[in-house]
């Protein structure tokens, strides 16, 4: 192979240097030793590759040994700024905590802490404890069991409540979310049997009475977060399915999503459903994730009469599923909020709730930075699957640029890192969910860029 290159790319291999004259480059010697030496070898591995293959080697193997370190060194979990326009994008983490629920989990994080010890008696106590009682107090349910995610709550419903027995669900409800997580395969992993009603727009009660057999354990009701179905259709309301559950002895479980605790309607958004809603509309458990339209950490947080959560605590997979003291601690915290009228602190409802014209602010001191930028109007997505197809309104600073792309590369790579969004070849900033020091960061950094 060195006999078909040319002469330069043989004598640019030969000339290589060895992983140890690399690793004691001055330029990587405030690297500890084992960080030197793997980025003296990854160096020198890629630009061997890259000569051998006959690519462009644009930067000097000094410069990729030291940025290799520079990102080995690096948290892979970095902040952002979320100019995306999606409040709970679930690339960058869903819901943002409110701080006070960072400052718990930091405080549990860094003792040990009372997870499931009780200081009065000194007895061995339930990680429950510290979250039942305000979800019941929230949401008025019976009972109340947190798990680590929604997806986890379903799977340990299904199992508690169904396992080998059959689960009836609409084929208008076989919801696929981020991740590939299929309901129908969550359904069959529990160890239940999927019996599919109804058509994809339609389906009717007598659908799933005509369904229900001696087998069947469950009605199943999935909330189509992430999509919506109009025109031509139909779905069984809440009531009218607890009634015929009821009636044939079975249970109905109602897979919520979103876990909304206010109401979406003074954010001039759709009426989304309530959490604690189902139970009320007579289901027997509903389930809802945590890092949504509530705001807290990620957690499956399950209602339920009391027999039902105590058939789902006593599962093997609750075990499996159980919550760690970090989301305990974050959890309790933004739960507190509302018990305390200070929901707006919770930066996914503050998100929701600023006015167009503080938004506007914002975009427009973005725009100040950077030459030819625009203002314009524009909708802001809830994201995380809720309320699909809607969106609050805001204003969005554009950025123009010969190429697009590499003026969002160069967004996301800088520090600190900005996630925009490209439309109609403008690279777009929404600010609705910029702090306003984020603002300034930003606009700082669009300085830096600006043409």
């Known amino acids: 192979m060195m006999e078909s290159m040319d002469p330069a790319r043989q004598a640019a291999l030969r000339d290589l240097p060895s992983i140890d004259r690399l690793a004691g480059n001055s330029r990587l010697a405030d690297f500890p030793e084992p960080i030197r030496l793997a980025a003296a070898r990854h160096a020198v591995t890629a630009v061997r590759r890259a000569l051998i293959a006959g690519k462009p080697v644009a930067e000097s193997i000094e410069d990729v040994a030291f940025n290799?370190?520079?990102?080995?060194?690096?948290?892979?979990?970095?902040?952002?700024i979320n100019g995306s326009g999606v409040i709970l994008h679930t690339?960058?983490?869903?819901?943002?905590l409110a701080e006070a629920a960072v400052s718990a989990i930091q405080e549990a994080a860094a003792h040990?802490?009372?997870?499931?010890?009780?200081?009065?008696?000194?007895?061995?106590?339930?990680?429950q404890d510290h979250l039942r009682d305000l979800i019941c107090e929230l949401t008025d349910a019976p009972d109340a069991l947190v798990v680590n995610s929604c997806a986890a709550a379903v799977l340990l419903g299904l199992a508690a409540l169904a396992g080998g027995k059959k689960v009836l669900l609409s084929r208008g409800q076989m919801v696929e979310i981020g991740g590939s997580f299929r309901m129908p395969d969550i359904v069959r992993q529990s160890g239940a049997i999927l019996t599919e009603v109804g058509c994809t727009n339609k389906t009717h009660l007598r659908d799933y009475e005509e369904a229900i057999d001696s087998q069947t354990a469950l009605l199943l009701r999935c909330h189509p977060s992430n999509y919506r179905i109009t025109g031509f259709t139909n779905e069984p309301s809440l009531p009218e399915l607890a009634s015929l559950a009821k009636a044939h002895g079975i249970r109905l479980m109602d897979d919520v999503g979103s876990g909304c605790l206010v109401d979406t309607a003074r954010f001039g958004l759709p009426a989304e459903p309530r959490f604690g809603d189902a139970l009320r509309e007579g289901a027997d458990v509903t389930?809802?994730?945590?890092?949504?339209?509530l705001g807290g950490p990620q957690a499956g947080i399950i209602l339920g009469k009391p027999e039902v959560i105590r058939l789902l605590k006593d599962h093997p997979i609750a075990r499996a599923v159980r919550i760690d003291k970090l989301t305990v601690a974050g959890l309790a915290a933004t739960l507190r909020l509302y018990r305390e009228g200070r929901e707006l602190e919770i930066p996914t409802l503050w998100a929701l709730a600023r006015t167009p014209d503080e938004v506007q602010q914002d975009a427009e001191q973005l725009a100040g930075a950077y030459q030819r930028a625009r203002v314009e109007p524009g909708l802001t997505e809830t994201g995380g699957g809720s309320l699909p197809g809607y969106g609050v309104a805001t204003f969005r600073c554009g950025l123009p640029s010969d190429s697009p792309d590499q003026l969002a590369y160069q967004l996301r790579q800088g520090e600190p890192a900005i996630v925009p969004r490209i439309e109609r070849g403008l690279v777009w900033l929404d600010p609705r969910t910029?702090?306003?020091?984020?603002?300034?960061?930003?606009?700082a950094r669009l300085k830096e860029l600006s043409p």
């Open 68 to 80: 290799w370190a520079l990102a080995a060194g690096r948290n892979s979990v970095r902040p952002v």
């Open 91 to 96: 690339g960058l983490g869903r819901a943002r």
């Open 112 to 127: 040990h802490a009372t997870v499931e010890f009780d200081l009065l008696s000194g007895a061995r106590g339930d990680r």
């Open 287 to 293: 389930m809802a994730s945590g890092d949504k339209m």
């Open 434 to 443: 910029m702090t306003a020091s984020e603002v300034e960061a930003a606009a």
